[in-house]
């Protein structure tokens, strides 16, 4: 990284590194965006420039899976970081720490807990809803529904509160039947 004229420059690229280093796990693109822009480290564009510029030059990993991009640090970012984490600010590694624990949470949900949902016709929607712990699928539920309102809020609700409907639903299939 050239720390010659442009400190700012390589202080974002840090400041990326940094995030991706702290969270531990691989993280998906909206979830990075979504930190960068929410904290005003930098703009989109700038952003996305040196995301792109760290995985050309093998700072950063970048892996798809079910079409989302995600990124981890790579060896040579590690040891970047290390020798240049001091001129990182101090107050942005503390917001960044600070978010840690909610990023991984979320993170943790977002790739365990899965509902999207695809037009079959006009007035048809197939939605898919997920639950997956350790590489194994608990539940893979799919269920067409006239509207795409309906879909949305069949992916909501299962985002938001899939642990209570899978036992809901495991209640419901093994009560005896008269």
Not at 43 to 66: A, G, H, P, R
Not at 108 to 113: A, D, G, H, P, V
């Amino acid at each position: 990284m050239n720390f010659g004229n442009n400190r700012e420059l390589a202080e974002n690229k840090l400041i990326l590194l940094y995030t991706i280093d702290r969270v531990s796990m691989p993280i998906s693109n909206i979830q990075i965006t979504k930190l960068i822009l929410e904290n005003k480290f930098m703009n989109y564009f700038i952003f996305q420039q040196f995301l792109n510029e760290l995985c050309s030059q093998n700072y950063i990993l970048s892996t798809v899976s079910d079409n989302k991009t995600f990124y981890s640090i790579t060896p040579t970012g590690k040891k970047t970081l290390e020798y240049f984490t001091s001129h990182i600010p101090v107050g942005i590694k503390t917001l960044i720490d600070n978010s840690i624990s909610v990023i991984r949470k979320n993170l943790r949900n977002e790739t365990l807990i899965k509902a999207d949902f695809t037009p079959e016709s006009e007035n048809e929607f197939t939605v898919t809803c997920q639950v997956s712990e350790n590489n194994f699928t608990l539940i893979d539920l799919k269920i067409s529904v006239g509207t795409k309102s309906d879909a949305r809020d069949i992916c909501n609700n299962w985002k938001n509160h899939s642990q209570t409907i899978y036992n809901e639903i495991i209640e419901s299939l093994i009560k005896p039947r008269g």
